[in-house]
């Protein structure tokens, strides 16, 4: 009963919802017509605008890269890997997965707040396969 209405939704979804790309123009022009609007300038100087903000935000997409990529690193070394088998082999119950992976979930953000996402994922699909 849950995969057929789970499986409507997603044909539902994909029929009529666009693509977040389409959101993005759309809300890129809503921003352009409301800075030519609201500060009076002209067309080029909110291309310019536009330019120079969308080249600032590489700095900090690669640095939240880099973190994430790093956080993915550490959580996958054999040490972590063997740590978390380890946890998972002594866990039977849903309740108890639940609570184990919230708890190493904030232990790793103590450390970083990349590797606590990366390791609750990497911790809470090796747990699927064993609860």
């Known amino acids: 009963m849950l995969a057929v209405i789970t499986n409507a939704s997603v044909k539902l979804v994909n029929r009529y919802l666009p693509s977040s790309f389409v959101f993005s123009i759309i809300l890129t022009l809503i921003a352009f017509a409301a800075g030519l609007i609201l500060t009076g300038q002209d067309i080029l ?4 605008h536009w330019g120079n903000g969308l080249w600032s ?3 900090f997409a690669m640095q939240m890269a880099l973190i994430l990529i790093t956080g993915y690193a550490l959580a996958n ?3 972590i890997q063997r740590f978390l088998d ?6 039977h119950s849903p309740k108890a997965a639940i609570i184990i992976v919230t708890l ?3 232990a790793g953000a103590l450390i970083n707040w990349g590797f606590g996402l990366v390791i609750s994922a990497v911790f809470a699909r090796s747990l699927a396969k064993k609860v």
């Open 57 to 59: 935000l590489h700095g």
């Open 77 to 79: 070394a054999p040490f």
């Open 45 to 48: 100087a909110m291309a310019g």
């Open 86 to 91: 380890a946890m998972a082999s002594r866990i």
């Open 104 to 106: 190493v979930a904030m």
